[in-house]
């Protein structure tokens, strides 16, 4: 599959969890040569910058905290849809954001 194809289904699979709790997509780095790599980032509940990296057939997920990356999680992709993805991150994420926040933002009780 195409780094450009891949792209779009992330961006609607994310938006599609998340709603109005993600915005903000930058691709780092896209290419489909030697092998299909996408790199982008993303807003997620206003707290975090979420880097996402696609690449052979596995997608890995950090958070951006200055120069560093903490880990998320890896995981699997095959067939190219990313909800389980982004439900993956979501649950990651949440662990790591006080309930108090995402409640006083409207995305408090697992509801976007």
């Excluded at 975090?48 to 699997?76: N, P």
């Excluded at 790591?96 to 697992?110: C, F, H, N, Q, T």
Aim: glycine share 8%.
């Amino acid at each position: 599959m195409r780094s450009d194809v891949i792209e779009d289904m992330v961006v609607r699979d994310f938006k599609a969890h998340f709603k109005s709790a993600v915005d903000d997509f930058v691709v780092k780095e896209s290419t489909d040569v030697p092998h299909t790599l996408l790199s982008l980032n993303m807003t997620v509940y206003n707290y975090f910058v979420v880097r996402l990296v696609v690449e052979r057939g596995a997608a890995f997920a950090s958070i951006v905290e200055a120069e560093s990356h903490l880990q998320l999680l890896k995981m699997e992709v095959s067939g190219g849809g990313f909800e389980l993805l982004a439900a993956a991150i979501d649950g990651e994420l949440r662990l790591r954001i006080p309930e108090k926040y995402l409640v006083s933002k409207g995305w408090g009780d697992g509801l976007c």
